[in-house]
Each structure stands twice: as structure tokens, then as C-alpha cells.
């Protein structure tokens, strides 16, 4: 068994953005502004315009945050995957909220993993915890 770890935090963040208005240099809003997926009370009720540019947006970071990490085209077909999301705040929070479907479907697209379907994934756990200090998400893909 061999274990990816994926860290989201507020650094890499900054670093997308900063790639992201690097190459797009009339835009003036970020384009990500939490280290974690937007919680499905969020977008699930977006009108669907909205909903696919929001998961354009997170497909466009996941793709960018692969690469960064020399992972893109790792074809991975056969893991589990555990999702930690930090707050910053003890304020209470669904983990079941925290459902990951952009970036699960920018790790289909960067050739990361050969999809997020029943065949390939086998299993998803999705935790929650509080660093006041370093609000971040950790993605572990534990390979079979």
C-alpha cells in the first residue's frame, strides 16, 4: 500500500490565486478563498448557472494543485481516499456537509486518479476537525 497526502492550507491558496491572476490579468476576484470545498448547503442551492462556474473554479484549482504536486496523470485505480476538513472556528459543523465533488472530479480530469466511480475508489471518509491556526484540508489516497 502506498499513501498520497494532499494538503490544501491557506499558502497554497494564496499560490493558486496568484497563478490564477497571473494568467488571467484583467480578473480582479479570487478565485479560491478557503483552504476547502465549498460544503454542499452552498452550492447545492446556486442556480445551476452559478453551480457549474463555482465547480469550473474548483476544477480549475484541483487540476492547477495536481500538477504543482508532479502528480497529474498518475491513473491511480484502485485507493480509498480520507478527507479531513480544519475550521478555524469550533463553530458546529455536518461532516457530511463537506462532500468533496469538485475535487474529486478535477482529480478525474488531471489523470490523478482514472475516475471517482465505484470500480476505482472503494471507499471515501470524510472527517472534520478545528486548527485555529492553520485551517486546511488533508486528502489521503491510500493506493491498493
Known sequence: M???KIIIDND????????YFSQHPRATKKQIDKPRHPSINQWCILPRIQMNALKQKWKLFGWWLINELGCSNMQLDNFDIVITVFFESKRRH???NQVPKFILDSFTESGFIVDDDEKHLHS???KTGYDKCNPRTEIEVITK
Do not use: A, H, R
Not at 12 to 19: E, F, I, P
Open 12 to 19: 497554497v491558496v494564496s499560490k493558486y490565486n496568484q497563478y
Open 124 to 126: 471515501l471518509t470524510l
Open 2 to 4: 502506498k499513501e498520497i
Open 94 to 96: 455536518d461532516v457530511d
